[in-house]
């Protein structure tokens, strides 16, 4: 069954008359409600195409957070082939809050690493709703070191509210591991390209997104802190999220006029979770796009350009 947001109560309330007409149909005569059905239909795309032509960034941020939204598992099984995961960060443990490993994209062999967040509730606590602990940023070092030495391109699919803060995450050194993970990025002789492809949570975002492009799809969200956190720390009220969320500057085309994103996916009208293997395929070709804008630099090239994409980030505005 479709899940809808609270927003798009105007268009469950047009399907549903829509699936009341073709159960009609499908038990008496079709052919005198056919016209109805097809009026139906146009008048619920038209409604569903105008909402989200002017969603407000709370709005796109119920989007990204979608249950149905495709994860980064849904992502692994239809754009790459081979994937074989690779566990464990060697010091500690392994963290199913971040899954990595090497695949094959569209022929070319790759390193794919992403936040998973999980789709019913056991994966959902599986994988810690996609709030990695510091074993997962060391995997993620881990994988990416590993990349480099056999020069493979690191694609990155990110999807996390943030970092786990819990107790013992924070004993067993969370900023840190953030931190090497982010230098790890930087440090890549290899092409990385990063997708945001529902939530980007701060540094648990950064950790692997920092990348030689960023891509964002069109209803995800990239920010410092979720607006929920941003209503807490500014108004001691967390039901202030939809006013931080207004002033944050979120959004994938905030983001791309602020040149945090190199460039935006576009998503099927009613956001990915409508059309996963449409959105997937675009998310596909964007990264297919980026990777061959990459070809040709050499790792002292593809540092340098890197470098001063972020140091670049806020100067030219």
Same mark, same amino acid.
Request: with cysteine; net charge negative.
């Given at each position: 069954?479709r899940?809808?947001?609270?927003f798009?109560?105007?268009?469950?309330?047009?399907e549903?008359?829509?699936?009341?007409?073709?159960a009609?149909?499908?038990?008496g005569?079709a052919?005198?409600?056919?016209?109805?059905?097809?009026?139906?239909e146009?008048k619920?795309?038209?409604?569903?195409?105008q909402?989200?032509?002017?969603?407000?960034?709370w709005?796109?941020?119920?989007?990204?957070?979608?249950?149905?939204?495709?994860h980064?598992?849904?992502?692994?099984s239809? !754009?790459?082939? #081979?994937f074989t995961?690779? =566990?464990g960060?060697?010091?500690?443990?392994? *963290? %199913?809050?971040?899954v990595g +490993?090497?695949?094959r994209f569209?022929g070319?062999?790759?390193?794919?690493?992403?936040?998973e967040?999980?789709?019913?509730t056991?994966?959902?606590?599986?994988?810690?709703?996609?709030?990695?602990?510091?074993?997962?940023?060391r995997k993620a070092?881990?994988?990416m070191?590993?990349?480099?030495?056999?020069?493979?391109?690191?694609v990155?699919?990110?999807?996390?509210a943030?970092?786990f803060p819990g !107790?013992?995450? #924070?004993?067993?050194?969370? =900023?840190?591991?953030?931190?090497?993970?982010? *230098? %790890?990025?930087?440090?890549? +002789?290899v092409?990385?390209?990063?997708v945001i492809?529902?939530?980007?949570?701060?540094?648990?975002?950064?950790?692997?997104?920092?990348?030689n492009r960023?891509?964002?799809l069109?209803?995800?969200i990239y920010?410092?802190?979720?607006?929920?956190?941003?209503?807490?720390?500014l108004?001691?009220?967390?039901?202030k999220?939809?006013?931080?969320?207004?002033?944050m500057?979120?959004?994938?085309?905030d !983001?791309?006029?602020?040149?945090?994103?190199d460039?935006?996916?576009?998503?099927?009208?009613?956001? %990915?979770?409508?059309?996963?293997?449409a959105a997937?395929?675009?998310?596909?070709?964007?990264?297919?796009?980026?990777?061959r804008e990459l070809e040709?630099l050499?790792?002292?090239?593809?540092?340098?350009?890197?470098?001063e994409?972020f140091?670049?980030?806020?100067?030219?505005l």
């Open positions: 069954m899940s809808y947001l609270d798009e109560k105007p268009v469950a309330e047009l549903a008359k829509l699936e009341e007409l073709r009609m149909a499908a038990q005569d052919v005198a409600i056919g016209d109805d059905i097809v009026r139906l146009g619920a795309q038209d409604a569903l195409t909402l989200y032509a002017s969603l407000t960034p709005q796109k941020t119920q989007v990204a957070r979608h249950p149905m939204r495709p980064f598992s849904d992502y692994a239809a !754009l790459f082939e #081979e995961p690779l =566990a960060d060697r010091k500690f443990g392994d *963290d %199913a809050a971040i +490993g090497l695949a569209r070319q062999a790759v390193c794919l690493i992403g936040h967040k999980g789709s019913t056991e994966t959902r606590i599986k994988h810690n709703f996609g709030m990695a602990r510091p074993e997962g940023y070092v881990r994988l070191e590993l990349a480099d030495r056999f020069e493979l391109p690191v990155s699919l990110v999807d996390t943030g970092a !107790l013992d995450a #924070e004993e067993r050194g969370q =900023a840190e591991a953030i931190a090497r993970s982010t *230098d %790890a990025c930087l440090a890549l +002789g092409p990385n390209v990063a492809i529902g939530e980007g949570g701060s540094g648990g975002a950064i950790a692997i997104a920092t990348a960023v891509l964002m069109e209803h995800a920010s410092v802190i979720s607006p929920e956190g941003a209503a807490s720390i108004w001691r009220d967390t039901a999220a939809q006013e931080a969320a207004m002033n500057k979120i959004t994938a085309q !983001l791309a006029r602020l040149h945090i994103v460039s935006v996916i576009a998503e099927p009208v009613g956001g %990915a979770h409508r059309d996963p293997e997937m395929v675009a998310t596909g070709d964007a990264i297919e796009a980026a990777l040709g050499d790792p002292r090239g593809l540092r340098k350009a890197r470098r994409k140091l670049a980030i806020g100067r030219n």
